[in-house]
T-cell receptor, first 110, second 118 residues
Framework: GENVEQHPSTLSVQEGDSAVIKCTYSDSASNYFPWYKQELGKRPQLIIDIRSNVGEKKDQRIAVTLNKTAKHFSLHITETQPEDSAVYFCAARGDYKLSFGAGTTVTVRA | GAVVSQHPSWVICKSGTSVKIECRSLDFQATTMFWYRQFPKQSLMLMATSNEGSKATYEQGVEKDKFLINHASLTLSTLTVTSAHPEDSSFYIC??????????????FGPGTRLLVL
């Protein structure tokens, strides 16, 4: 099955700086890669996703890049704000189910 | 985005009782729903995949007789934790995939149900 690894597990950044989270996946057949943000006690919220026919996607301060050859994808958050503090999960899907990374706890220092 | 509701949001029960959790897709049809379990500070672990009108597919290590799943309609799936024990205490989250149009792969999560078994 698919195995998704996510790094780092924790990330502390100064407000206004950028945050980068990296994930790798094992199944070359995976073709859909969403990123979720989860605040404490809340549901995971989809913040951005990318499909395997695209190398990069951007939505305001959030961007995701995908390298199919290397089987890794990354989340970039620019101009971080305190409300960006949360746990972020990457995921990959090949057949029908999502496999999640272990999560990254992002703390934005004011 | 699409809305997924889950009920109840939290439940406390005695050991040995059964608890039913409902998951509904409110504004879209979901032929497939997923049930996850999340322990504190950990990732989401898929328990089973629920397909409308057919039996659920359970992940390895998940007891199908303990975690009963029913997906009777395109907008409702239920998870019943039978004979619950303290080790079943967790955050249970459902998810539904919007099978329509361009959102064919997008998966939306419910708000979760926090279960505490005494």
């Amino acid at each position: 099955g698919e195995n998704v690894e996510q790094h780092p597990s924790t990330l502390s950044v100064q407000e206004g700086d950028s945050a980068v989270i990296k994930c790798t996946y094992s199944d070359s057949a995976s073709n859909y890669f969403p990123w979720y943000k989860q605040e404490l006690g809340k549901r995971p919220q989809l913040i951005i996703d990318i499909r395997s026919n695209v190398g990069e996607k951007k939505d305001q301060r959030i961007a995701v890049t995908l390298n199919k050859t290397a089987k890794h994808f990354s989340l970039h958050i620019t101009e971080t704000q305190p409300e960006d503090s949360a746990v972020y999960f990457c995921a990959a899907r090949g057949d029908y189910k999502l496999s999640f990374g272990a999560g990254t706890t992002v703390t934005v220092r004011a | 985005g699409a809305v997924v509701s889950q009920h109840p949001s939290w439940v406390i029960c005695k050991s040995g009782t059964s608890v039913k959790i409902e998951c509904r897709s409110l504004d879209f049809q979901a032929t497939t729903m997923f049930w996850y379990r999340q322990f504190p500070k950990q990732s989401l672990m898929l328990m089973a995949t629920s397909n409308e009108g057919s039996k659920a597919t359970y992940e390895q290590g998940v007891e199908k007789d303990k975690f009963l799943i029913n997906h009777a309609s395109l907008t409702l799936s239920t998870l019943t934790v039978t004979s619950a024990h303290p080790e079943d205490s967790s955050f249970y989250i459902c998810s539904a995939r919007d099978a329509s149009g361009g959102h064919r792969q997008t998966q939306y999560f419910g708000p979760g149900t926090r279960l505490l078994v005494l």
